[in-house]
């Protein structure tokens, strides 16, 4: 079964800084999506960004990147110029590629911080 | 633009009790889902349904049911609540045409506490 971890249970950066947060996974599927869950206090699950494993690019949303390596099985979220606004839990999950209605396999959550 | 909602936000019950907890959405999704989100962990999945009168266990089903009567609907139903199941609950819904890549929206999520 897959796996999917978020090694950083907390995070802190400064106002205009940049932040990186981790996600490992594990899968011996070769078609999959990853994706990057924004959830505020209100409870929202808000899609931030979302990566194909068939592609090689980096997926980028305005100040949201991800440094995607395959071989590495690594998935990281770059959050560039942050905001008080990104303050929140940021969960990184999974979804085996193929087709059906497979659920999302998510890690445990990072909680991002923001210093004004 | 409603996308999905859940009803009720809150809700406590006592050990033993039954309820239903709700979930509509009006996107013309064909497949929907239902999570528990237990507190300083992820989501992880109960059931989920690929269009109406389909329906199959996720990662942990047990002490839950479901029903998909309509497109729209897929109801979350707890026979005899019990403190593990204090939890905060998602529907999600999404749309696949050719079996491809589907994003899931997310409903805003009912917290739910068995004393």
């Known amino acids: 079964a897959q796996t999917v971890t978020q090694s950083q249970p907390e995070m802190s950066v400064q106002e205009a800084e940049t932040v990186t947060l981790s996600c490992t996974y594990d899968t011996s599927e070769s078609d999959y999506y990853l994706f990057w869950y924004k959830q505020p206090p209100s409870r929202q699950m808000i899609l931030v960004i979302r990566q194909e494993a068939y592609k090689q690019q980096n997926a980028t949303e305005n100040r949201f990147s991800v440094n995607f390596q395959k071989a590495a099985k690594s998935f990281s979220l770059k959050i560039s110029d942050s905001q008080l606004g990104d303050a929140a839990m940021y969960f990184c999950?999974?979804?085996?590629?193929?087709?059906?209605?497979?659920?999302?396999?998510f890690g445990k959550g990072t909680h991002l911080i923001i210093q004004p | 633009n409603a996308g999905v909602t859940q009803t009720p936000k809150f809700r406590i019950l006592k050990i033993g009790q039954s309820m239903t907890l709700q979930c509509t959405q009006d996107m013309n999704h064909n497949y929907m889902y239902w999570y528990r989100q237990d507190p300083g962990m992820g989501l992880k999945l109960i059931y989920y349904?690929?269009?109406?009168?389909?329906?199959d266990k996720g990662e942990v089903p047990n002490g839950y049911n479901v029903s998909r009567s309509t497109t729209e609907d897929f109801p979350l139903r707890l026979e005899l609540a019990a403190p593990s199941q204090t939890s905060v609950y998602f529907c999600?819904?999404?749309?696949?045409?050719?079996?491809?890549?589907?994003?899931?929206?997310f409903g805003a999520g009912t917290r739910l506490s068995v004393l």
């Open positions: 349904s690929v269009g109406a009168g389909i329906t």
């Open positions: 999950a999974y979804r085996r590629g193929g087709g059906g209605a497979d659920g999302l396999t």
């Open positions: 999600a819904s999404s749309y696949s045409f050719d079996g491809g890549e589907n994003i899931q929206y």
